[in-house]
């Protein structure tokens, strides 16, 4: 049974340019969840996909997007950049929509904005 | 206003030295509170849900327990690979895909 795989482990951009992070769910998980982990800072959710539809939403602009594809694979997309999205970004993939489920995470992208 | 608050935010122990986490959450209804470990580069990795006031859950030398407006991990006799993130998160009920609201974390250091 393999994990949640993230790519790539590590990005650098520069400000105003758009970014497109991708994670494998673990296999049988049918949802997966976007989080991003500021340094020192708990992980804050972005979104969640079920059945290739977007399901809920944090507090997050429109500039992040998102897609899940028929395999449940995973996009997250950001667009102009800013500094302060600069961060670790996080795939979580679970067994359903329910969020009590615990969810598997990836070992994430870090992503850096300058 | 933070919905969870995670303390101490940083912790350093001798081997074999118990303590306990602090997690106090302030939400309208609680659909589920939940313990995830998060060791340095990795993403979280899941320990514990709890669902209401008085249950406790045990895995190995963790222990979680839930009260009404805080929960507590507590860690008996730890040891060096128990040096890690320990994140706190809870769920609000109302329904809705709303993702996991997550503490700062507690930062613990197991010395040998």
């Known amino acids: 049974e393999t994990g949640v795989t993230q790519s790539p482990t590590h990005l650098i951009k520069t400000r105003g340019q758009q970014v497109t992070l991708r994670c494998s769910s673990q296999s049988g998980h049918n949802t997966v969840s976007w989080y991003q982990q500021a340094l020192g800072q708990g992980p804050q959710f972005i979104f969640q996909y079920y059945r290739e539809e977007e399901n809920g939403r944090g507090n997050f602009p429109p500039r992040f997007s998102g897609l899940q594809f028929p395999n449940y694979s995973s996009e997250l997309n950001v667009n102009a950049l800013e500094l302060d999205d600069s961060a670790l970004y996080l795939c979580a993939s679970s067994s359903n929509r329910a969020i009590e489920e615990k969810l598997f995470f990836g070992s994430g992208t870090q992503l850096s904005v300058l | 206003e933070d919905q969870v608050t995670q303390s101490p935010e940083a912790l350093r122990l001798q081997e074999g030295e118990s303590s306990s986490l602090n997690c106090s959450y302030t939400v309208s209804g609680l659909r589920g509170l939940f313990w995830y470990r998060q060791d340095p580069g990795k993403g979280p990795e899941f320990l514990f849900t709890l669902y209401s006031a008085g249950e406790e859950k045990e895995k190995e030398r963790l222990k979680a327990t839930l009260t009404k407006k805080e929960s507590f991990l507590h860690i008996t006799a730890p040891k060096p690979e128990d040096s890690a993130t320990y994140l706190c998160?809870?769920?609000?009920?109302?329904?809705?895909?709303?993702?996991?609201?997550f503490g700062k974390g507690t930062h613990l250091i197991i010395q040998p």
């Open positions: 998160a809870v769920q609000e009920s109302g329904g809705g895909a709303d993702g996991l609201t």
